[in-house]
C-alpha cells in the first residue's frame, strides 16, 4: 500500500512542476492593438531560459527583422531569438532581455506564471515601473 502512496505522490509532484513551467510554445498578443503576432518556443539551456519565434501569425510582419540592429539587422523573424539569459527567481523569471522585433529594442525583461497557460511578460528601461506587460497564452 505504500508503494501505490509513494508512487502516487511521486506522480503528483512531477505534475505540479511540470505545471509551473514556462518551457513550451507561447502565443503572443500585441498590448496595444490585441492582434496574435506570433509563436514564441520557450527552452532551457544551461540553468537559463531562451525564447524564439517558430511562427508568425500577423501577415503584416515582415520576413526579416529590419529594424533589429547589429548582427541581427535582417535576421529572419522564424528563428529569431527574442529572450536571452532569464534565470529561475521564485516564481519569476528574472535578469534577461527581450527584443522587440517591431522597433529593434532591447529591454530588460522578467516573466511569471498568471496559471498554467498564462504567462505575464514585462519588458522594462531601468526598473519593472517603466514598461510594458504583454500576456502570452500556451499553445497546446
Not at 508512487?7 to 509532484?13: D, K, T, W, Y
Not at 502565443?27 to 517558430?54: A, L, N, P, W
Request: hydrophobic share 35%; net charge negative; charged share 25%.
Amino acid at each position: 500500500m505504500n508503494k501505490y502512496i509513494y508512487s502516487f505522490l511521486l506522480l503528483l509532484f512531477a505534475v505540479s512542476i511540470n505545471a509551473q513551467s514556462v518551457v513550451g510554445v507561447w502565443k503572443t498578443i500585441d498590448d496595444d492593438d490585441g492582434i496574435e503576432k506570433s509563436h514564441v518556443e520557450i527552452f532551457e539551456q544551461d540553468g537559463k531560459y531562451y525564447g524564439i519565434i517558430i511562427k508568425t501569425l500577423d501577415p503584416t510582419i515582415p520576413e526579416l527583422c529590419g529594424e533589429c540592429k547589429g548582427d541581427l539587422k535582417n535576421t529572419p523573424m522564424i528563428g529569431l531569438q527574442i529572450l536571452n539569459d532569464l534565470k529561475a527567481d521564485g516564481d519569476e523569471w528574472t535578469g534577461g532581455k527581450i527584443l522587440d522585433p517591431a522597433n529593434g529594442k532591447v529591454y530588460k525583461c522578467k516573466m511569471s506564471l498568471e496559471s498554467d497557460d498564462i504567462l505575464n511578460v514585462r519588458g522594462f528601461i531601468g526598473f519593472s515601473l517603466i514598461g510594458r506587460t504583454q500576456q502570452w497564452y500556451r499553445v497546446k
